[in-house]
């Protein structure tokens, strides 16, 4: 029988729904039952490790996170791990530990977008199907895996698309990679290129901006006023930006401080096309770093932890092709 670490974050998968239809944290955890009726499938293991609204989560939480299921692992020996997580922030979660875990043993993160006394409920399926996920020999070595709706999705390219529907994770351009049924998990495609990075710490501040038509150059200086160690910016369609910005980046760039490309479509990537002023290809020519399809907030996750470990701009480049 698979022994499997459940590690509860809060999240409106923990909530209720009081008379007034405010949606809460509630004092017991709601899902101990779900687990509970699981006995005969695995030897189930809680970790209350803590119970916050996804908003509230930070990167420091995250680490803390993730050293808490190393110990725990590496200590006990499971076979599984599955995080139960707000919705708001559980791709970025579920992201950051995938940029550090290089387990072969499969790491879950689910959720729900309705609360535990609501109609519809839908995270007692959630967690039900992550723990199929999590005991299941497919998942072992497919990295960190957000499973939802009967659906399993690659931390990498999942991401929130709508504000209150259970379908709410999708992954643009590649979609899942596996479903659950009622008697099987199946995988139909994995991920070409995994990645893991070893860090002890966060210490970076990286600033997340998304530009608009006729974005002032005074947001950037009151920034660069401050200590900022990176910047993501999610530029216009192919990776162009404002010209009244280019400056100040310019301006950051000869400082040291790396700024990373990132498109703010939902979907494609960012390339250096057009060479007008503030074009990606004049901003390529400038050091600006080019992603491959991540999108604004994994980057700046994926900084955090990159910075950390160099401060080369061709490194840095060399790891955002990835």
Known sequence: MNKILIVHTGGTIAMQEDAQGSVKPFEINPLYSTVDSLASEALLVNDEFMNIPSPHMTPSIMLDLANRIKTRVLQEHFNGVVITHGTDTLEETAYFLDLLFDWEIPIVVTGAMRSSNELGSDGPHNLISAIKVASCEAARSQGVLVVFNDEIHSAKNVTKT?????????????????????????????????????????????????????????????????????????????????????????????????????????????????????????????????????????????????????????????????
């Open 162 to 322: 709508h504000s209150s529907n259970i379908a709410t994770f999708q992954s643009p351009q590649y979609g899942p990679i596996g479903i659950i049924t009622k008697q099987n998990v199946n995988f139909h495609h994995t991920l070409a290129n995994r990645e893991s990075f070893k860090i002890n710490q966060l210490t970076k501040k990286v600033v997340l901006l998304k530009v608009y038509a006729g974005m002032e150059p005074e947001i950037l200086d009151a920034l660069l006023a401050r200590k900022v160690d990176g910047f993501v910016i999610e530029a216009f369609g192919q990776g162009n930006v404002p010209p009244l910005i280019v400056a100040k980046l310019e301006e950051a760039l000869s400082r040291q401080i790396p700024i990373v490309l990132v498109s703010r479509c939902f979907s494609g990537i960012v390339q250096d096309v057009y060479g007008y002023e503030g074009g990606g290809r004049r901003l390529k020519e400038l050091g600006v770093i080019f992603t491959n399809g991540l999108n604004g907030q994994k980057a700046r996750l994926k900084l955090l932890v990159a910075l950390e470990l160099t401060n080369d701009p061709n490194e840095l480049q060399e790891l955002f092709l990835k």
